[in-house]
């Protein structure tokens, strides 16, 4: 079974590798762990995208103009 960390390592590779996001090179390891039926870590890939993606809103701010 693949690590957190050797899934965001592969991540980072398929990224560089195919001028990806990193969100988007997730996505093709979740599919691919979901097909080879290796859930445990399709479901790591699924938590590290839910946490980039609350990082990513939480980090995006809202303008107030009151």
Request: proline share 0%; hydrophobic share 35%; no cysteine.
């Amino acid at each position: 079974m693949d690590s957190e960390e050797d899934i965001e390592k592969a991540a980072k590779k398929l990224a560089e590798d195919n001028g990806w996001t990193n969100v988007k090179a997730l996505s093709v390891l979740h599919s691919k762990y979901e097909s080879d039926r290796r859930l445990e870590e399709a479901a790591m890939v699924r938590r590290i995208i839910d946490r980039i993606e609350s990082e990513a809103n939480s980090n995006a701010g809202f303008y107030d103009e009151t």
